[in-house]
T-cell receptor, first 114, second 114 residues
Framework: EADIYQTPRYLVIGTGKKITLECSQTMGHDKMYWYQQDPGMELHLIHYSYGVNSTEKGDLSSESTVSRIRTEHFPLTLESARPSHTSQYLCASSPPPGAGNTIYFGEGSWLTVV | KNQVEQSPQSLIILEGKNCTLQ??????????LRWYKQDTGRGPVSLTIMTFSENTKSNGRYTATLDADTKQSSLHITASQLSDSASYIC?????????????FGRGTQLTVWP
């Protein structure tokens, strides 16, 4: 069982609102990721982090931002939500090389912007 | 272009029957291939992971095979159960970067009927 948690699981917000999706892991992993997944489609990497104070943009252009002040937390923020941001957001983490190749995913946050 | 293609897109089988899901990839240089199970509205959960030197790996009723020469993998599910209904995602990692970039297939949606 993976120790990676996302909140909220489901959220409906109005256009223009600011929202932060929380992600926490208790496995001490340095690498963390945010993926965006539309129904029936593949996951797209939007942000990743190698460790504290490290953040990088992923393959899919995203208007969201992330921060990594502590190893355990990797929150994702949308400053001004739009209907096009409606999607599922998945947080993940992975152990260092040599400690296994499994990537652990959270349960996901379903965001609907109306 | 690095891609992961899965087939079939969807599949319906009766409880107790076996099935095989396919994954073809063009990712290079290849590092490893993973199969994930994703229940509706949940995060992906790892089933198997195989490196270049492995050609088969089992996890209970799930058996994955890998042919690195033809760049094909399959996931065989034996004696299917209703709880096997989910999306099965093939994920291929390259070794061309520190991140170990992941390439996701769109998944095969499996439905098991009683």
């Amino acid at each position: 069982e993976a120790d990676i948690y996302q909140t909220p699981r489901y959220l409906v917000i109005g256009t223009g609102k600011k929202i932060t999706l929380e992600c926490s892991q208790t496995m001490g992993h340095d690498k963390m990721y945010w993926y965006q997944q539309d129904p029936g489609m593949e996951l797209h990497l939007i942000h990743y982090s190698y460790g504290v104070n490290s953040t990088e943009k992923g393959d899919l252009s995203s208007e969201s931002t992330v921060s990594r002040i502590r190893t355990e937390h990797f929150p994702l923020t949308l400053e001004s939500a739009r209907p096009s941001h409606t999607s599922q957001y998945l947080c993940a983490s992975s152990p260092p090389p040599g400690a296994g190749n499994t990537i652990y995913f959270g349960e996901g946050s379903w965001l609907t912007v109306v | 272009k690095n891609q992961v293609e899965q087939s079939p897109q969807s599949l319906i089988i009766l409880e107790g029957k076996n099935c095989t899901l396919q994954c073809n990839y063009t990712v290079s240089p290849f590092s490893n291939l993973r199969w994930y199970k994703q229940d509706t509205g949940r995060g992906p959960v790892s089933l198997t992971i195989m490196t270049f030197s492995e050609n088969t790996k089992s996890n209970g009723r799930y058996t994955a095979t890998l042919d690195a020469d033809t760049k094909q993998s399959s996931l065989h599910i034996t004696a299917s159960q209703l709880s096997d209904s989910a999306s099965y995602i093939c994920v291929v990692s390259d070794r061309g970067s520190t991140l170990g970039r992941l390439y996701f297939g769109r998944g095969t949606q499996l439905t098991v009927w009683p």
